[in-house]
C-alpha cells in the first residue's frame, strides 16, 4: 500500500494539470463570441463589436471611406477676384484718361503718343502694405484684390484727372504662395495659379512624392484646420482634387501599411501591402493559407479598429465607446461560397489584423498527447517508485 499512494496521485496529475499544458496559437470561436461583453452586476460592458459576414456589411466594407479633404475644406475654385494683394508682390499700374491733355498724358498736339493712357513702372508692395500713385499718394494695397485697389486709386483721382481708369496687375504674387513639405521631389513654397491651382498640380510642381501614391499620405493645414489623406484616394475620387489656396501648407508622408496574420495561418507573420490594395482572400494566401490540419476554415476572423460612422450604417449602438473608432471584429465562414467570394472584394487596411482559430479537434488532440506524454511519465515513476520500494 505504500507503493500505491503515489501512483494513485501521480495517475492523476495529468487530469489535474490537463488544461495548464495545451498550448493554442490563440482563442477558438466560442472564446471569441464569449469576450464580447463583461457583465458587471446589472450593466453589461461591450468589449468589441463582433459583427458576423451578411450582405449589408460587404458594402460598408467595400465602401469603407477614407478621410476627405473635400469634406474639411470644400472644393470652391479661388478665383482672380479673390487673390488679394500681399507684402512683396509686384504689381503693374497703368492710368487711362478720357482725353488728351489731361493730368498723365499729353495734349492732342501729340501725334507719336497711341491712346491717353501711360504706364508706371511695376513696383513691391512695401512692408507697410503701401504703394505709391503719383499725386495720389501713398495708398494701402495690403489685403486687397486688384479690383479693389484700381477703385481706390480711381477715388483719389477723380478730382484731378480727365475721368481716370486703372487697371492694376499683379506681376509676381509673392505673398499668395503654398508650400509642399516633406517626401516630394522638390519641396518648396509655389505662388497660386489665379485661375487656381488644384492639389495635384501644385504637387506636380514640387516633382511629385518620392513613393507610391498607395503609401504616401498628405497633410493640408489651412487656417489651423488640418486634414489627412491617402495620395491613391485623392487620384481614386477627382471631388478629392481641391484647390489650394494662399498659406496652405501640404506635407507628404511615406506610410508603408502592414496587416498581421495569426493563428493557424501557413505561416503567421507581419506582412507589407506593397500593392495599391490587397484582399482579405489575397492576404491569407500571402500567409500560405489555412493550415489544413490544423486551421478551422468556419473561425475567420478580421479585426481592425473600425469608424464609428460606418458601424452606425449597420445598427450597431456604438456612443458608448470614448474613442473616435471602435475595436471590431468580422467574422467569416470560409466553408460556406458567400463568404469566400466576399473575401475576394473586401480590403485589408494598414494594421488590420487576420486571425485564424484552430479546429475544435486540433485541441482535444494536443490535450491527449499531454495527457499520453504525461501518463507515460507517472508510469516510469511509479515503477520505479515500486522497485525502490522492494
Known amino acids: ?9 501521480l495517475l492523476l496529475l495529468p487530469l489535474a494539470l490537463e488544461g495548464c499544458f495545451t498550448p493554442g496559437s490563440g482563442p477558438q470561436i466560442e472564446a471569441v463570441y464569449a469576450n464580447a461583453v463583461t457583465q458587471e452586476g446589472e450593466v453589461i460592458r461591450p468589449n468589441y463589436e463582433l459583427i458576423e459576414y451578411s450582405s449589408p456589411i460587404l458594402e460598408i466594407l467595400r465602401r469603407r471611406s477614407s478621410e476627405s479633404l473635400f469634406g474639411h475644406f470644400g472644393g470652391g475654385r479661388l478665383g482672380p477676384s479673390q487673390v488679394t494683394i500681399g507684402v512683396g508682390d509686384v504689381i503693374g499700374l497703368s492710368v487711362y484718361e478720357a482725353s488728351a ?28 502694405g503701401t504703394v505709391s500713385v503719383p499725386y495720389a ?19 483719389q483721382l477723380k478730382t484731378r484727372a480727365v475721368e481716370p481708369q486703372i487697371v492694376v496687375s499683379l506681376i509676381d504674387s509673392r505673398s499668395s504662395l503654398f508650400s509642399v513639405l516633406g517626401e516630394a521631389q522638390r519641396p518648396g513654397s509655389f505662388p497660386i495659379n489665379w485661375s487656381g491651382e488644384r492639389l495635384l498640380a501644385g504637387l506636380a510642381l514640387a516633382g511629385g ?12 493645414n489651412r487656417g489651423g484646420k488640418t486634414a489627412t489623406a491617402m495620395l491613391q484616394n485623392v487620384i481614386a475620387n477627382p471631388r478629392e482634387n481641391i484647390f489650394l489656396r494662399p498659406g496652405d501648407s501640404v506635407f507628404l508622408r511615406r506610410e508603408p501599411r502592414f496587416y498581421t496574420a495569426l493563428g493557424a495561418a501557413g505561416k503567421s507573420g507581419h506582412y507589407p501591402i506593397d500593392v495599391p490594395k490587397i484582399t482579405l482572400a489575397e492576404a491569407v494566401g500571402r500567409a500560405s493559407g489555412l493550415l ?4 478551422d476554415p468556419t473561425g ?7 469608424r464609428k460612422q460606418a458601424l452606425e450604417r449597420v445598427g450597431r449602438q456604438v456612443a458608448s465607446y470614448v474613442t473616435p473608432t471602435v475595436p471590431t471584429i468580422y467574422h467569416f465562414d470560409l466553408r ?6 466576399a473575401s475576394q472584394q473586401i480590403d485589408v487596411i494598414n494594421s488590420d489584423v487576420i486571425y485564424i482559430s484552430n479546429a475544435p ?8 498527447q499531454v495527457f499520453a506524454d504525461l501518463s507515460y511519465i507517472t508510469l516510469n515513476a511509479a515503477q520505479t517508485g515500486f522497485a525502490l520500494s522492494h
Open 361 to 368: 479537434t486540433v485541441e482535444l488532440r494536443k490535450t491527449l
Open 300 to 306: 475567420v476572423f478580421l479585426l481592425r479598429w473600425e
Open 1 to 9: 500500500m505504500r507503493g500505491l499512494i503515489p501512483f494513485t496521485g
Open 336 to 341: 460556406d461560397p458567400n463568404h469566400l467570394l
Open 101 to 128: 491733355g489731361g493730368l498723365f498724358t499729353p495734349a492732342a498736339t501729340d501725334t507719336i503718343r497711341q491712346g491717353n493712357y501711360v504706364n508706371f513702372p511695376q513696383q513691391v508692395v512695401e512692408q507697410d
Open 209 to 220: 512624392p518620392k513613393w507610391a501614391d498607395y503609401e504616401t499620405s498628405i497633410t493640408i
Open 137 to 155: 499718394g501713398r495708398i494701402m494695397a495690403k489685403g486687397k484684390t486688384t479690383r479693389q485697389l484700381e477703385q481706390e486709386i480711381v477715388n
Open 292 to 295: 489544413d490540419t490544423q486551421a
